[in-house]
Nanobody, 120 residues
Framework: QVQLQESGPGLVKPSQTLSLTCTVSGGSITALRYYWSWVRQPPGKGLEWIGYISYLGNTYYSPSLKSRTSISRNTSNNHFSLQLSSMTPEDTAVYYC????????????WGQGTQVTVSS
């Protein structure tokens, strides 16, 4: 059973950089054909895909967030991380990490999500 757990600050000031980590257990982030993703849901809105890092370490970001996003990984500790710079109140959301299967192109495991609020 694969488990994902997000960790990071719940409150970020405007203009600061958000840093979140997703710790994965029960499966390796280098396992073939899985894409380790970040997704967020602003209050009252739908899910928004942020980006992913592949089993090979390649990254791909949402065009609307690309200039502010960086996703990296630590294979020794089996975790991957999100950095989102220049945060504004519009970035307030529940942030999720999830595993995207390259076989079905659907998410098969999700973290529980972590609330991030941008406020001074």
């Amino acid at each position: 059973q694969v488990q994902l757990q997000e960790s990071g600050p719940g409150l970020v000031k405007p203009s600061q950089t958000l840093s979140l980590t997703c710790t994965v257990s029960g499966g390796s982030i280098t396992a073939l054909r899985y894409y380790w993703s970040w997704v967020r849901q602003p209050p009252g809105k739908g899910l928004e895909w942020i980006g992913y890092i592949s089993y090979l370490g390649n990254t791909y970001y949402s065009p609307s967030l690309k200039s502010r996003t960086s996703i990296s990984r630590n294979t020794s500790n089996n975790h991957f991380s999100l950095q989102l710079s220049s945060m504004t109140p519009e970035d307030t959301a529940v942030y999720y990490c999830a595993r995207l299967s390259g076989s079905s192109w659907s998410y098969d495991y999700w973290g529980q999500g972590t609330q991030v609020t941008v406020s001074s």
